[in-house]
């Protein structure tokens, strides 16, 4: 049996850091090796990583991460408009003005647990979309959504002379522009240092204090541990991970939209991180690129494919297939996700992680009696030793829940 | 004498109209051990319940060291060095038994909060160390890396007493801590209690096994539908004709 060490830890970060930067070329043959995809694959792997940090060891189920989100995006496009095309002070900024919504939101969510806390926290994601799209328009451009204008003051930039110009200049990251492949290994780098993190935090004696809270928050109590706080830290900490990953979409494309923070985005983090396996480290990441990879692959397929593809068929059997397998593709692709999502909460309550577990622990370790250490556990430091897939699948096609604000 | 250690003065608990609690008056002497008997719903538990801020007393306050307990929250009133055992044992199940107990050593250390990211949990020497220990003299050295939750209840109630041990605390609640344990882990807990005694610290304990209540009380209460009907050292509580009655009765015929 493997054991978690930080030589484990390590070999689990190098592992995964090869697997995001040579992305492009592992994600060849699955037809999805272009970065517009891989960014996208690496932004919802940040969310999701965020999201497990809370949900993962908590146990805190929030149904508002979207909001955060949101808050990221629409602060680090107001950062390109007010201070720099440069992304840094954007990012920072997204950060911060996230952690304190979630500060705010966290508090009063957190005099609730179970289903009460779930559903206070998508009260206020809902309040806060649909403030974005009435109250706030000043700042948040209602519907158009907010966008970056060459005419914009960019106090900073122009304080160093930037130019100001016909055009408008790109986002970049010190002069590296934020588009194309750039741009995805932007992401990818980010993506990187924070599952970094998440490690530190899985390993350290507050991410133990976390798991300890969800496992028994009552014995917690009676053993002189504040709880309230430790859950704050938690929800605030995935919280700036959602607003991390918010900035980073407005990096790659400045735009801000409120449809970013509807609920169903809000339950997408949940799914990816179920599907993958709450509170393991891999599981949210795998989770969010397998349901990014069905959205843009199986929404892209239509009707001419799939002739295709059963053409080996006697011509009526042909069309019967085409008919039956065209209600899972296209605009049927959450069909496909559905059913997925029920085959592994079913049969892998764990998600996927654990999956790749059993499989692992068959080959290697004939009989296991050891009760030495639970499923999930396992899974959380045997990744180091089968880094599970790259983080990312790939796939052509533009997102329908990512489109942009209609101008 | 010395001022109590914890002072219980005139608990009320009802329930919807239930007296599980009637003007309990309690004094706890420091470095006691004091058995807390009765018949099977009498309201002992309901009496730790009050004293570590699990329930509010309908009236009445409890006093710790002089600091008055009612109203706390659960962590302030552990912190200030009072540990319980349930009468249902209350572990991170999902965790493992030396995981358990290196939890409680962190309260102590830290407090009642701490953003501790800089070192690592499964690289605590000092910590895994003491925890160890603590397992050993409970009896379940050969358990510390397996998880809680496949632990038969005899010892499970042995490494919530662990849990509490690790803390060094000052008072310690007992709720029937051998409940469910073969006669051979029965003995050795109490040598181990006896151990404990020797140390200073003062135990509150409810036991229905008659057995380890002799063994171990320097003095016994005897409760019965909410109230205290007797109290006094052992000798004087087993010849005692109302305790008799309400319950030794039923166990010594
Ligand atoms: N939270 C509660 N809500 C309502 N009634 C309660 C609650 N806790 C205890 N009671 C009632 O109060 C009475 C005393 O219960 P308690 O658990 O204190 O008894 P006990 O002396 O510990 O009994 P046992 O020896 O069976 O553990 C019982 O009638 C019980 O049903
Ligand atoms: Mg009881």
Partial sequence: ?407 | MDSPLLHIDNVHKHFAGLHALSDINLDIRPQETHAIIGPNGAGKSTLLNVCVGRLAPSQGKVLFAGTELTGRHPHEINQLGVARVFQTPELFEDLTVVENVMIPIFSRKDGAFSLSLASRFDKQGAIADKAMSILADVGLGDHVNHLTNALSRGDKRRLELAMCLVQDPKLLLLDEPTAGMARADTNATIDLLNEIKKTGVTIVIIEHDMHVVFSLADRISVLAGGRIIAQGPPEEIKGNPKVIEAYLGEEQV
């Fill in chain 1, 1 to 407: 049996m493997f054991r978690i060490s930080p030589t484990s830890d390590i070999v689990l970060l190098l592992a995964f850091a090869a697997a995001v930067l040579l992305g492009p070329i592992i994600m060849q043959p699955f037809g999805a090796a272009y970065p517009d995809l891989l960014q996208r694959f690496a932004i919802f792997g940040i969310f999701a990583i965020g999201f497990n940090i809370l949900f993962g060891l908590t146990g805190y189920l929030s149904f508002g991460h979207a909001a955060f989100l949101g808050v990221g995006s629409y602060s680090t496009v107001w950062a390109f408009k007010l201070v720099s095309m440069n992304v840094v002070p954007g990012i920072i900024i997204a950060i911060i003005l996230s952690g304190l919504f979630a500060l705010v939101i966290g508090y009063v969510s957190l005099r609730r647990s179970g289903i009460y806390f779930s559903i206070l926290t998508l009260a206020f994601a809902q309040m806060s979309y649909n403030l974005a799209y009435s109250v706030l328009t000043p700042i948040t451009n209602g519907e158009t959504g907010l966008r970056v204008l060459r005419t914009d003051p960019r106090y900073l930039d122009a304080l160093f002379g930037g130019e100001t110009g016909a055009r408008l200049p790109p986002t970049n990251f010190f002069g590296i522009e934020m588009t194309g492949w750039p741009g995805f290994y932007f992401c990818g780098v980010v993506l990187i240092i924070m599952f970094g993190l998440s490690i530190v935090i899985f390993r350290s004696p507050f991410g133990m204090m976390l798991r300890a809270i969800k496992s028994n928050q009552d014995r917690m109590r009676y053993t002189g541990f504040n709880t309230r706080p430790y859950l704050l830290s938690a929800f605030v900490i995935s919280g700036m991970y959602a607003g991390l990953a918010g900035s980073l979409m407005a990096v790659t494309d400045p735009l801000a939209g409120a449809e970013r923070m509807q609920w169903t985005a809000s339950g997408e983090v949940v799914l990816m991180t179920i599907l993958g396996g709450a509170g393991t480290l891999l599981g949210p990441v795998l989770g969010s690129g397998i349901i990014k990879y069905f959205e843009n692959i199986f929404s892209a397929i239509n009707e001419s494919v799939l002739s295709q593809f059963w053409a080996f068929l006697p011509e009526t059997l042909q069309h019967v297939m085409v008919e039956l397998s065209s209600l899972f593709v296209g605009e049927g692709w959450h069909l496909t996700l559905g059913l997925l999502f029920m085959i592994v909460v079913i049969f892998l309550p764990g998600g996927l992680m654990e999956g790749a577990m059993k499989l692992f622990r068959i080959k290697h370790s004939p009989k296991v009696t050891s009760i030495a250490k639970s499923g999930q556990r396992d899974v959380v430091g045997e990744g180091a030793i089968e880094p599970m897939e790259p983080p990312k699948p790939p796939a052509p096609g533009r997102s329908r829940q990512d489109a942009k604000p209609a101008e």
